[in-house]
């Protein structure tokens, strides 16, 4: 299928690996040009260049987006963007009663607050050409609870109450907004969370892995690739309907109907 959005100009934050990697490649096969941000300056130069060899121009900007410095620098290189995917890494696991006031501090700014100022950077821009599309990656825990990662699920919250009603602001001048709510997918940040389980039980990360796999209904784990497809085609001109939602892609693992 053709995206309809070959020419245009993404910022994706924090995408040098994992999801936001997947969804800058994905929006690279489309024919869109990108700005990327991680803070590792070598992961991201290799991202950089395997995008470039897509045919797409790419600017790789280093620096924290969590920072109103990080922020500033990469929002200067992506002036004028067309589609915006907000990412940054996930609050660490731990217990409701061991964070102090500085840890709630750092998730709400990291996962709630920075892509919120991202969007009110970029959505102007947007307006004023009557068009533009938003992707937030947030997580399954928006709508599923994962006990241990508190600090995610209240940032996320925070976030997705505030693009619900954002959403239906900007939709009169053809700009959309949506969240993609990942479930367990194959990345570092999967692995680190599985090593940290791992050492509480007292078995291998590996084990851990296979079995949040084998208890998926697809009994494997998510890939990049197939949630960038997702996230291009949110950012894409047939997608123009979808409007303030919250795509769970888990492989079916939240046991719910609806
Ligand atoms: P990942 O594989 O660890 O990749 C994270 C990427 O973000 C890296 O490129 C990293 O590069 C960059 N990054 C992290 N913090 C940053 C910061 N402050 N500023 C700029 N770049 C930053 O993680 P992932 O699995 O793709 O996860 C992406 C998001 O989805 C996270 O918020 C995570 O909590 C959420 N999520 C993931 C899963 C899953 O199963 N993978 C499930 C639910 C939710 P640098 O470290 O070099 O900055």
Same mark, same amino acid.
């Given at each position: 299928?053709?995206?309809?959005?070959?020419?245009?100009?993404?910022?994706?934050?924090?995408?040098?690996?994992?999801?936001?990697?997947? *969804?800058?490649?994905?929006?690279?096969?489309?024919?869109?040009?990108?700005?990327?941000?991680?803070?590792?300056?070598?992961?991201?130069?290799? &991202?950089? &260049?395997?995008?470039?060899?897509?045919?797409?121009?790419?600017?790789?900007?280093?620096?924290?987006?969590?920072?109103? &410095?990080?922020?500033?620098?990469?929002?200067?290189?992506?002036?004028?963007?067309?589609?915006?995917?907000?990412?940054?890494?996930?609050?660490?696991?731990?217990?409701?009663?061991?964070?102090?006031?500085?840890?709630?501090?750092?998730?709400?700014?990291?996962?709630?607050?920075?892509?919120?100022?991202?969007?009110?950077?970029?959505?102007?821009?947007?307006?004023?050409?009557?068009?533009?599309?938003?992707?937030?990656?947030?997580?399954?825990?928006?709508?599923?609870?994962?006990?241990?990662?508190?600090?995610?699920?209240?940032?996320?919250?925070?976030?997705?109450?505030?693009?619900?009603?954002?959403?239906?602001?900007?939709?009169?001048?053809?700009?959309?907004?949506?969240?993609?709510?990942?479930?367990?997918?194959?990345?570092?940040?999967?692995?680190?969370?599985?090593?940290?389980?791992?050492?509480?039980?007292?078995?291998? &990360?590996?084990?851990?892995?296979?079995?949040?796999?084998?208890?998926?209904?697809?009994?494997?784990?998510?890939?990049?690739?197939?949630?960038?497809?997702? *996230?291009?085609?949110? *950012?894409?001109?047939?997608?123009?309907?979808?409007?303030?939602?919250?795509?769970?892609?888990?492989?079916?693992?939240?046991?719910?109907?609806?």
């Amino acid at each position: 299928m053709d995206l309809g959005i070959r020419g245009k100009r993404a910022l994706v934050t924090a995408a040098s690996k994992g999801l936001g990697r997947g *969804c800058a490649m994905a929006l690279a096969e489309a024919g869109v040009d990108l700005v990327i941000n991680a803070r590792g300056g070598e992961a991201l130069a290799a &991202a950089a &260049a395997d995008l470039r060899a897509m045919g797409v121009q790419v600017t790789a900007v280093a620096g924290d987006i969590t920072t109103e &410095a990080g922020r500033a620098a990469v929002l200067a290189a992506a002036e004028g963007v067309d589609i915006l995917v907000t990412n940054a890494g996930g609050p660490p696991p731990g217990l409701w009663s061991q964070w102090a006031r500085a840890d709630f501090q750092a998730a709400i700014e990291a996962n709630m607050l920075t892509p919120i100022f991202l969007m009110q950077a970029v959505l102007p821009g947007m307006i004023g050409k009557g068009w533009g599309r938003v992707v937030n990656i947030t997580s399954q825990s928006v709508k599923s609870p994962v006990p241990v990662l508190g600090l995610s699920n209240m940032a996320r919250a925070g976030l997705t109450g505030f693009v619900g009603g954002t959403s239906r602001q900007v939709a009169p001048h053809g700009v959309t907004i949506n969240n993609l709510l990942p479930g367990n997918h194959a990345t570092d940040r999967a692995t680190m969370l599985n090593s940290a389980e791992a050492a509480k039980r007292g078995v291998t &990360a590996a084990q851990v892995a296979a079995e949040h796999a084998g208890t998926n209904p697809t009994r494997r784990a998510g890939t990049p690739a197939e949630f960038g497809a997702m *996230c291009a085609f949110l *950012c894409s001109t047939h997608a123009g309907f979808i409007v303030g939602q919250n795509i769970l892609l888990d492989g079916g693992a939240g046991n719910a109907t609806l």
